[in-house]
Antibody, heavy 120, light 108 residues
Framework: EVQLLESGGGLVQPGGSLRLSCAASGFTFSSYGMSWVRQAPGQGLEWVSAISGGGGLTYYADSVKGRFTISRDNSKNTLYLQMNSLRAEDTAVYYC?????????????WGQGTLVTVSS | SYVLTQPPSVSVAPGQTARITCGGNNIGSKSVHWYQQKPGQAPALVVYDDTDRPSGIPERFSGSNSGNTATLTISRVEAGDEADYYCQVWDSSSDHVVFGGGTKLTVL
């Protein structure tokens, strides 16, 4: 059974940093792209970033490029999102998702999300 | 950047057919995926590559894609289908995943 468990969310001040983690199990982690998608309170889904199975290819939404870094440790079956220079508009539930293949493909499994609140 | 446009809401009576559209420039040339999100839950993939269904998704859910519009069709709508629905594509010109704004399906 595929499981994705996000952690690392919380309250952070504007300009601060946070690192999200997503522990994966139930599939061959290194064989699949992974992505982060966020959802601000009461709003729609917004894609944040994606990474290939081997970690060599990364993609970012314009709204986070230069501030967020996606990475993965295939030996630990864990996906990360390092978030720096956080802004109020980054407040959202952050979901990690398993992609069906390379990062251009759809996401067929999602975690339950972790809430990030950026506020002073 | 590529934009996907969905109607904010669609309402349908139980047993009827719901059609949710997703508009984009020449979207027919792209693979469209659809997600269902119920309140308090993570999204779930219901249709991928325009017309395919993941295992476990009822045949009542179907998709089509042509020209500038992709459509998710839900036949014989049930109360349990009430949810937000999002379309998604990969925009190769920007190397971005793009989501539509979402459509709230209300079962009357």
């Amino acid at each position: 059974e595929v499981q994705l468990l996000e952690s690392g969310g919380g309250l952070v001040q504007p300009g601060g940093s946070l690192r999200l983690s997503c522990a994966a199990s139930g599939f061959t982690f290194s064989s699949y792209g992974m992505s982060w998608v966020r959802q601000a309170p009461g709003q729609g889904l917004e894609w944040v970033s994606a990474i290939s199975g081997g970690g060599g290819l990364t993609y970012y939404a314009d709204s986070v490029k230069g501030r967020f870094t996606i990475s993965r440790d295939n030996s630990k079956n864990t996906l990360y999102l390092q978030m720096n220079s956080l802004r109020a508009e980054d407040t959202a539930v952050y979901y990690c998702a398993k992609v069906t293949g390379n990062p251009t493909r759809p996401s067929n499994y999602w975690g339950q999300g972790t809430l990030v609140t950026v506020s002073s | 950047s590529y934009v996907l446009t969905q109607p904010p809401s669609v309402s349908v009576a139980p047993g009827q057919t719901a059609r949710i559209t997703c508009g984009g420039n020449n979207i027919g040339s792209k693979s469209v995926h659809w997600y269902q999100q119920k309140p308090g839950q993570a999204p779930a993939l219901v249709v991928y590559d325009d017309t395919d269904r993941p295992s476990g998704i009822p045949e009542r859910f179907s998709g089509s894609n042509s020209g500038n519009t992709a459509t998710l069709t839900i036949s014989r709508v049930e109360a349990g289908d009430e949810a937000d629905y999002y379309c998604q594509v990969w925009d190769s010109s920007s190397d971005h995943v793009v989501f539509g704004g979402g459509t709230k399906l209300t079962v009357l």
